[in-house]
């Protein structure tokens, strides 16, 4: 089946740092690839997402290529803020597309 | 807008009662999904329906049913609560372009 492997955090970065987050992806077909982010004491909530390879998803300054070659959708933000502090979760949909299959979550935290 | 809206927030069992987390979704969306997200282990799908009367189980389904009886809602019920089911629950509907929308959570500690 699906799946989705992104790499473990934490991540710690001084205000203004360039933030990378890897994602891979293992899928059967053409999956929608998503990034999620979830702030403390709050639920998951959409960032970004990408329907189709080379697409670019973006969002408050955070960007995503679908990249079928190297199945990969990496989370990348030029200039990170304290507010950005949260756990991200790459994802795509399942076979069916009729669920979403989350990775593991990075946690990120960005001090001033 | 309401949205997605779980209850209860919080819950404490003991081992081998039962229980109802209760998911409402107002935005008429046909799939909709419950997910428990442990420390370290991401979010992991228990059960997803794609229509009133249709449900299928996810990853982790054992010691949880479901039923979705309407559109808008769908209940998850642990039978016998066991400690291992202490974990964050979230229910999502998911839109016609794919994109989940998330309830704000139920914490359950079984004792």
């Known amino acids: 089946g699906n799946s989705v492997t992104q790499m473990e955090g934490p991540v710690t970065l001084s205000e203004e740092a360039f933030l990378t987050i890897n994602c891979t992806y293992t899928?059967?077909?053409?999956?929608?690839l998503f990034w999620y982010v979830q702030y403390p004491g709050e639920g998951l909530q959409l960032l970004l997402k990408?329907?189709?390879?080379?697409d670019k998803g973006s969002n408050k300054g955070f960007e995503a290529t679908y990249r079928k070659e190297t199945t990969s959708f990496h989370l990348e933000k030029g200039s990170v803020q304290v507010s950005d502090s949260a756990v991200y979760f790459c994802?795509?949909?399942?076979?069916?597309?009729?669920?979403?299959?989350f990775g593991k979550g990075t946690t990120l935290s960005v001090s001033s | 807008n309401a949205g997605v809206t779980q209850t209860p927030k919080f819950q404490v069992l003991k081992t081998g009662q039962s229980m109802t987390l209760q998911c409402a979704q107002d935005?008429?969306?046909?799939?909709m999904s419950w997910y428990r997200q442990d420390p370290g282990m991401g979010l992991r799908l228990i059960h997803y329906?794609?229509?009133?009367?249709?449900?299928d189980q996810g990853e982790v389904p054992n010691g949880y049913n479901v039923s979705r009886s309407t559109t808008e809602d769908f209940p998850l019920r642990l039978l016998s609560a066991a400690p291992s089911q202490t974990s964050v629950y979230f229910c999502?509907?998911?839109?016609?372009?794919?994109?989940?929308?998330f309830g704000e959570g139920s914490r359950l500690t079984v004792l």
């Open positions: 999502a509907s998911t839109s016609e372009t794919g994109e989940l929308f």
């Open positions: 899928a059967t077909g053409y999956p929608s």
């Open positions: 990408a329907t189709k390879a080379d």
């Open positions: 994802a795509l949909s399942n076979q069916a597309g009729t669920a979403l299959i």
């Open positions: 935005m008429n969306h046909e799939y």
């Open positions: 329906s794609v229509g009133a009367g249709i449900t």
